[in-house]
């Protein structure tokens, strides 16, 4: 069974521009949330979904946002984008609430 | 302002040791824990999981202790490898019934490096 897959693994993005990172979770999974991993905060929590829903979101600005097909696969945007949304954006699935999120390898941003 | 690293607490242990990771958890209602390894360059690996109802739970070398009166966590890995060397992240979460979906509470990690 393949994991989660998260792609672009690299990219080089400057500044103002906008991202968009895709993630595809493990077979069944319906609940995609995802991360951002820096040095100086850690594993930081941006947003959920289930079946196409946001249903928990964290405290990142409004320039970070996301969404989920009908296939749960999931993509998430970065817009105006600042030196300080340099990190690694993490993707992880799981089959429902309270059984097992798994990550995927995380696609490294870096903003010049 | 200017943003500060967060300083990682480090284990180092011999080859063939028994390492012990602790983790203190914040929040009294979370009902569901994770232990996760991350090596360079990669994203975090599930180890081992408890639920609240639960003391302890072993998994292959790999033991996990739950003491809810202080809310502390520990990982205890039998017969420490080189393999093993990675950060090490702790994770709550809010489990059924509660509006966390999906949403884990990670710990700073610690650094593990077993010299062989």
């Known amino acids: 069974k393949a994991g989660v897959t998260q792609t672009p693994r690299y990219l080089i993005k400057t500044r103002g521009q906008q991202v968009t990172l895709s993630c595809s979770p493990i077979?069944?999974?319906?609940?995609v949330s995802w991360y951002q991993q820096t040095p100086g905060q850690g594993l930081q929590f941006l947003f959920e979904y289930f079946s196409e829903t946001q249903r928990n979101k964290g405290n990142f600005p409004g320039r970070f946002s996301g969404r989920q097909f009908s296939n749960s696969r999931s993509e998430m945007n970065v817009s105006t984008l600042e030196l300080g949304d340099s990190a690694l954006y993490l993707c992880?699935?799981?089959?429902?609430?309270?059984?097992?999120?798994?990550f995927g390898e995380g696609s490294w941003l870096t903003v010049v | 302002g200017e943003s500060v690293g967060l300083h990682l607490p480090t284990l180092s242990v011999q080859e063939g040791d028994n390492s012990i990771i602790n983790c203190a958890y914040s929040?009294?209602?979370?009902?569901?824990f994770i232990w996760y390894k991350q090596e360079s360059g990669k994203g975090p690996q599930f180890i081992i999981d408890?639920?609240?109802?639960?003391d302890k739970r072993q998994g292959q070398r790999v033991t996990v202790l739950l003491n809810k009166t202080v809310k502390h966590l520990s990982l205890q890995i039998a017969a420490t490898q080189p393999g093993d060397s990675a950060v090490y992240f702790c994770a709550e979460n809010i489990g059924s019934g509660g509006t966390s979906y999906g949403k884990l509470t990670f710990g700073q990690g610690t650094i593990l490096t077993v010299h062989p």
């Open positions: 408890i639920r609240s109802n639960m």
């Open positions: 929040n009294s209602a979370s009902d569901y």
């Open positions: 077979s069944g999974h319906r609940s």
């Open positions: 992880a699935s799981s089959s429902q609430e309270g059984n097992t999120i798994y």
